[in-house]
């Protein structure tokens, strides 16, 4: 669940950062050359994986092994998030 969900955050905060600097670069075409530099990639690309994993915390965090049993009659396990309150939960 994890890297499913960093995966899915790393390209949602990617095409929102593209469409920013392309917003940018339509609406002040001069301006946005200043500042649109490859240290400024970086930074951006930085910040996208550090929220990126700042938002997919919970799921290492809270995740746990939970028994279920199967219709054979044997015990399986899912991979379950275990929230400490239904306002944390409801929060994230």
Known sequence: MFSAGIS???STF???AIAIERYSA???PLQSRAWQTRSHAYRVI???????LAVMLPYP????????P???GS?????R????SGEAEQTW
């Open 26 to 28: 339509i609406c002040n």
């Open 75 to 79: 015990v399986g396990h899912m991979c």
């Open 14 to 16: 990617s095409l929102v």
């Open 70 to 72: 199967k219709t054979d």
């Open 81 to 84: 998030l275990h929230w400490p």
């Open 61 to 68: 965090v809270f995740s746990g092994l939970r028994a279920f």
């Open 8 to 10: 899915v955050s790393i």
């Open 46 to 52: 930085a910040a996208t994986w550090v929220l990126s």
